[in-house]
């Protein structure tokens, strides 16, 4: 039986493949944009909920985002050992200066995604459901290029 050497240098890219180093890089901003994802949603939620009743309760988050309490009570604790929240003795989670502007950095790029998503034909619920999805994954570039769409779509 043969044995082949298995080279050193990068394998040239196949047809179809991109480059090994373009391909892991991809991946690994989508690994990173998935870990970074719950984060902006919760900041997100939790500044809705301080807007619409003063503060954010832990039971309240849990709720509305459809997990345990446990869990939605280690995403906070997340959320405070990261600085972008915190919280105060029988009251609710309050976001600090980064979290609410990483909320309202979420909330414009999930506005954006929305807009281009119903500009494209798609119905304002399905939009509303997969932007859900889609911000987290969005590069600046690409966010740059749907508001230059839009912008240009408006302008006809």
């Known amino acids: 039986m043969a044995t082949t050497k298995r080279s050193k240098e990068p394998a040239p890219a196949q047809a179809g493949l991109a480059a090994e180093p373009a ?3 991809r991946f690994l901003k989508a690994r990173s944009a998935r870990s970074a994802s719950m984060l902006e949603d919760y900041t997100e939620l939790i500044a809705d909920l301080i807007a ?3 503060e954010a309760r832990t039971t309240d988050i849990a709720r509305r ?3 345990a309490h446990p869990t939605a009570s280690k995403t906070i604790a997340r959320l405070k050992r990261e600085g972008l929240a915190r ?6 989670i309050f976001l600090t200066e980064t979290g609410a502007a990483m ?3 979420a909330r414009e790029r999930h506005r954006l995604v929305v807009d281009l998503l119903v500009a494209v034909g ?14 987290h994954y969005v590069s600046a570039a690409t966010l740059r290029a749907f508001e230059a769409f839009l912008r240009a779509r408006t302008k006809q």
């Not at 919280?87 to 609710?92: D, I, K, L, T």
């Not at 798609?122 to 911000?135: L, Q, S, V, W």
Request: proline share 6%; glycine share 12%; aromatic share 4%.
């Open 87 to 92: 919280a105060q003795p029988y009251r609710g």
């Open 103 to 105: 909320a309202k950095r």
């Open 122 to 135: 798609a119905p304002r619920e399905a939009a509303e459901a997969d932007a859900e999805g889609i911000e």
């Open 65 to 67: 985002m459809g997990v």
């Open 23 to 25: 391909q892991a890089d």
């Open 52 to 54: 619409a009743n003063g």
